[in-house]
């Protein structure tokens, strides 16, 4: 979303490098977590719960508003939505300041290593449209490809590295 609003209202010109998390069969899909304890057991039980959100109005937020709706709660009415950035989305989880939290890699990875966490949901296929993608200005590609090709080349090694070694 952040790429999008910069493109169309702020003469961002950005070119798609790298895409490491993709909502399609064989890839990464953002999920919302809760406690291996909790009483939450499906999407309607959210209500009157305390969710994060990586970001308020982000690119999430669209298909975990369409869940919501779909299973008889009004986002904005029934849940109390806060704004949990991917980094501290774990903590937030564990410390009971969220009922649930949506993860991302390589936290997810990292939390689903510790343990006492399990998923909630996923968006299903049909409303998975958003990818989670390396983007960067085209002045910085143009200028400089092979330090592009050293940003995809490091990136895509620091993620299987994250995901050999979930801890």
Not at 45 to 67: E, H, N, R
Not at 109 to 126: D, H, I, S
Request: proline fraction near 5%; glycine fraction near 10%.
């Amino acid at each position: 979303m952040s790429l999008a609003n910069g493109v169309v209202g702020g003469n961002l010109k950005a070119y798609i490098v790298a895409q490491h998390v993709f909502e399609k069969p064989g890839g990464f899909s953002v999920y919302w977590a809760v406690m291996d304890d909790s009483p939450i057991k499906k999407i309607s039980d959210l209500k009157d719960k305390t969710v994060g959100i990586s970001v308020l109005g982000g690119g999430t937020y669209g298909p975990f508003a369409m869940l919501l709706q779909k299973n008889g709660v009004d986002p904005k009415k029934y849940i109390k939505l806060v704004e949990v950035g991917f980094a501290v989305s774990e903590d937030a989880l564990r410390q009971g300041r969220v009922d649930a939290v949506n993860m991302n890699q390589p936290f997810a990875a990292r939390a689903e290593a510790k343990g006492g966490t399990r998923k909630l949901f996923r968006c299903p296929r049909k409303c998975r449209t958003s990818s989670h993608s390396g983007s960067v200005p085209c002045r910085l590609v143009d200028k400089n490809p092979d330090l592009v090709k050293a940003y995809v080349r490091d990136i895509t090694s620091g993620m299987k590295k994250a995901l050999a070694n979930r801890e």
